[in-house]
Each structure stands twice: as structure tokens, then as C-alpha cells.
């Protein structure tokens, strides 16, 4: 079904032949849009070159274009999918998937929807006033085209909700808006979507390190058995590439600008010249890496353990596995603290789901950092970026309790405190970077703490006008 525009709501789910729904989707939007013009990009622009999902197929699936952002055309998007799908996991294995939700797992399947929709508009939230101090128009623009979509994923998660969930779906659906990032009395479900985002080198790392289990957390309701979660999820997962395109190569840009004057300078010490030196990125790396950890939940879960053997949420890439699909008679391996020391224990694996989609995430990071590595030996220099001990900084899960150093030995109270500063980003590291945050809004132009990207947006040129300010 191709996605039809001339709706007030664009989507490829037939909304005109339920009358009711699409009522209902349609008195939500005025609230959304509401919610877009007061906790959505704070800096005023007549229009912006975004990308619009035009389709949901393989080639060719958006449309490039200058877009005044309240005009973006959100809507609701399903892939496609054969009509013999079947549940690829749990005790249903085999069974054809549920194309409406079965009443045990109603509640389970609500929560799962709720949680995930939470984290959309919240990272919207977070990164409002980013547009203020944007290095160039060509991240400015990244920062918008990340923004739409993430509001759009509120779109695919408020459907589901309003589609299959009643009543209680429609109220999650309106308390989805009323949830605020950092808002003491009403915030945002998950720690993460609670920070600050206030500088960019905070919006390439949550970029790189949030956006990215945003990806493993979609990866698994994929899987689902939930059909229309699945398709919806698929969708996502596409735009959720670029994403994470921009976390990945806005740190290699700051990581090569980086180099550059350590090497220029012949110091370590290139906060005077305008940069941002190695052992602060490290810090931001640490912090951000830390926060998103946490958003795995905690790496013995029965919760997962009952998601799973229902169908409702897999692993990642389920059909590669080599198992029973099951996981009724299967062990893992895995890090805790047993006895005031960190070792090694093995733990059903059904228990351990979580720790397994984790493990996904961890390796994928691993990936940034050998690029970034690579990068400091290309410019000659000897220092490497690493990623820290999974223990290190977590709030949640079998390490909250205990205090890890990045290099993953476990320390008491004190120590963690005389060295916190040299761990994670300190007030000076903070006000060094945003004093380099200062908005470059001319064509071409890029702020002197990165270097400028290797190619413009679907093939224009660096100094295209990317974004008209208002
Ligand atoms: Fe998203
Ligand atoms: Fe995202």
C-alpha cells in the first residue's frame, strides 16, 4: 500500500477506512504540533532541506526538499511484509503472528509501546536549543532532520497505541506529550532522556551512544510477534541510520579537529586554541556510553525473560541465531559483583537477555572507536579513545550499587570521589565546551572546533543554503 499524501495524515495503514481512528489520530495532531511549537527546535527558521518517507520500500523510500518544519508532513508509516509471517520465538514459535493483540499480553505489549514511544519526543526535548549554537548549516539541518524523525516515531508509537490499545492506549498516547525531559515533577520514563543535551559535542555523543540503542531496543520489537509493532519498528529502524550517521562522523570531525592542533600546537593542552582536548571527548564518551547502558535495563531481568518466551520482544537479529529459539535449556556467561569483586558466572540465558542485547550494543560501539582510533594514528598521534568498563558510572543493573572504575576495577566511595573529575566530564570540561559553542550560520562556513564533513546532503554541496532562518 503506497503512502498517501493528500490525507491529513500521511500513512499506508488505509486510516480512511476507519473512521474512528483516524478521528482520533486527527484531534491528537493539534496537540502534537502544540507540543512541536514549545518543546521542539527553539530556533525560528522559514524552512529547512529535509527528507520526507515517501514510500516504505527499499529504493528510493524519501524525498528530499526545503520544508518549513511545522509542515512537515509526519505520518504513519508500516513496512511491508508477506502475509505469512510467523513468530520466530518463545513457546509460539511457528504460529502465525498476531495481527491484533492477545488479551494476556495486552498490558506487557502497552508497556513496551509506552516506554519507547517515551523516548522520542523526549530527545526532541533535549536537543531544543541546540539550533542556537549549530557549528554550520549542514549540522543544523542534521539536527532538524533528526528532530522530525523523531517526532514522526512518536507518530508510529501514539498509532499503535491509539489503533490497538482503547481507551488506555488514547490516554498513554496524550501522556506521551505531557512527560517533559528533566521535568522534576512529570519527567521523562528513562534516566537518559532526563540529561541535558546542551552543547554538541553532548549531541554527537548521544547521537552515536543513545540513537544507537535506540537501534537495538527497535531491533528486538522487530522481531515481535505483535505484527504491526514489527512492521512499525522496521520503518524506524530506517530512518534511524541516519541518526546515528550523524553521531558517527560529527565525532570523527571533532576527534580530526582535535588532532589537528595537538599536532599543530605539539601539546595535549588545546583548549586555548580553540579545540576540544582528547581527554575531555574521553570524559563525554564515558558519560554518554555509561547513561546509555543503563537504557538495556538490567542485565538479569525475568520481565525479558517473560517478553521473550511470549513473543512479544526478541533478540537482536533472532533468525541468525543458531539455537532453539527458545532458550529454556541455555546458559551465558556474564560480568557481576559477587563478594566485593567483579567475576564471571554463568546464568540462564533466559535471564540474561538483556546482558545479550547489551553484549549487541557494546561490540557495535567498539566500531566508533576503532574509526576515531584510526583517525588519531593517521594524524601521528599516540593516544587512543576507549570505551569503559560496562560497570563504570551505571544506575542501573547489577553494577548500580557498586563504584567501577573505566578501566573496570571496583573502588570504594573515596576514590571514585577524589577521581570522578578525571572520569567523567567536570564543570570546567563543561564550560570549555560551551564556550566554543557559537552558531556558524553562513554557507560553507563550519565552527573551528571540527572539520568540515566530507560530503553535503544527498549530494549538494557544502555550502548549499541547507537552512533559511528565519
Ligand atoms: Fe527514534
Ligand atoms: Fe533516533
Not at 517473560?306 to 513473543?311: L, S, W
Amino acid at each position: 500500500m503506497p503512502i498517501d499524501y493528500s490525507e491529513k495524515i500521511p500513512n499506508n495503514v488505509d486510516l480512511a477506512s476507519d473512521r474512528r481512528l483516524q478521528r482520533a489520530l486527527e484531534s491528537w495532531q493539534p496537540n502534537f504540533l502544540t507540543w512541536w511549537r514549545t518543546m521542539g527546535p527553539a530556533l525560528p527558521t522559514r524552512d529547512v532541506y529535509l527528507r520526507t518517507a515517501v514510500d516504505v520500500g527499499r529504493e528510493g523510500w524519501a524525498r528530499f526538499g526545503h520544508v518549513a518544519m511545522e509542515e512537515y508532513r509526519w505520518g504513519v508509516f508500516l513496512a511491508e511484509r508477506g502475509d505469512d509471517r510467523r513468530i520466530g520465538f518463545g513457546q509460539q514459535r511457528g504460529e502465525p503472528v498476531w495481527q491484533q493483540v492477545p488479551g494476556e499480553y495486552r498490558a506487557d505489549l502497552q508497556r513496551l509501546i509506552v516506554i519507547q514511544g517515551d523516548t522520542e519526543p523526549a530527545s526532541v526535548e533535549q536537543q531544543r536549543r541546540l539550533g542556537e549554537t549549530a557549528p554550520s548549516l549542514y549540522d543544523l539541518r542534521n539536527l532538524f532532520q533528526v528532530n522530525v524523525e523523531e517526532g514522526r516515531h512518536l507518530w508510529a508509537m501514539v498509532y499503535l497505541l491509539h489503533a490497538y490499545f482503547g481507551r488506555n492506549g488514547r490516554e498513554e498516547a496524550e501522556a506521551l506529550l505531557q512527560r517533559n525531559s528533566g521535568d522534576l515533577d512529570s519527567p521523562r520514563i528513562l534516566g537518559a532522556f532526563n540529561e541535558q543535551t546542551p552543547d554538541w559535542l553532548s549531541f554527537f555523543m548521544f547521537t552515536y551512544f543513545t540513537d544507537r540503542d535506540g537501534k537495538y531496543q527497535l531491533g528486538t520489537l522487530k522481531e515481535s510477534a505483535f505484527d504491526p509493532l514489527s512492521r512499525t519498528c522496521e520503518f524506524m529502524l530506517k530512518e534511524e541510520a541516519h541518526h546515528m550517521f550523524v553521531g558517527t562522523t560529527g565525532i570523527d570531525r571533532v576527534v580530526a579537529r582535535t588532532a589537528e592542533l595537538m599536532r599543530e600546537h605539539d601539546t595535549d593542552d588545546i583548549a586555548p586554541h580553540g579545540g576540544i582536548p582528547l581527554e575531555v571527548i574521553q570524559r563525554y564518551l564515558n558519560f554518554h556510553y555509561s547513561v546509555s547502558l543503563d537504557l538495556f535495563g538490567s542485565e538479569q531481568s525475568t520481565n525479558a525473560a517473560n517478553y521473550y518466551t511470549a513473543g512479544l520482544k526478541g533478540r537482536w537479529q533472532e533468525e541468525r541465531r543458531r539455537d532453539d529459539h527458545q532458550l529454556t535449556d541455555d546458559s551465558t556467561k556474564m560480568t557481576l559483583v559477587k563478594n566485593g569483586r567483579l567475576t564471571t558466572e554463568e546464568v540462564p540465558a533466559l535471564l540474561a537477555l538483556n546482558h545479550d542485547l547489551q553484549s549487541e550494543y557494546v561490540t557495535d560501539c567498539h566500531s566508533g572507536l576503532k574509526r576515531w582510533n584510526r583517525l588519531l594514528d593517521n594524524a601521528g598521534i599516540d593516544r587512543h579513545l576507549t570505551l569503559p568498563h560496562i560497570g563504570f558510572n551505571r544506575r542501573v543493573g547489577l553494577f548500580a550499587d557498586h563504584h567501577i572504575t573505566p578501566a573496570g576495577n571496583l573502588v570504594g566511595q573515596d576514590t571514585w570521589n577524589a577521581k570522578i573529575n578525571s572520569w567523567l566530564p567536570s564543570a570546567a570540561d563543561k564550560t570549555h565546551v560551551q564556550s566554543l559553542m557559537h552558531p556558524v550560520y553562513q554557507p560553507g562556513k563550519i565552527a573551528s572546533w571540527l572539520t568540515p564533513p566530507s560530503n553535503g546532503i544527498n549530494g549538494k554541496p557544502l555550502d548549499y543554503e541547507y537552512v533559511h532562518l528565519a
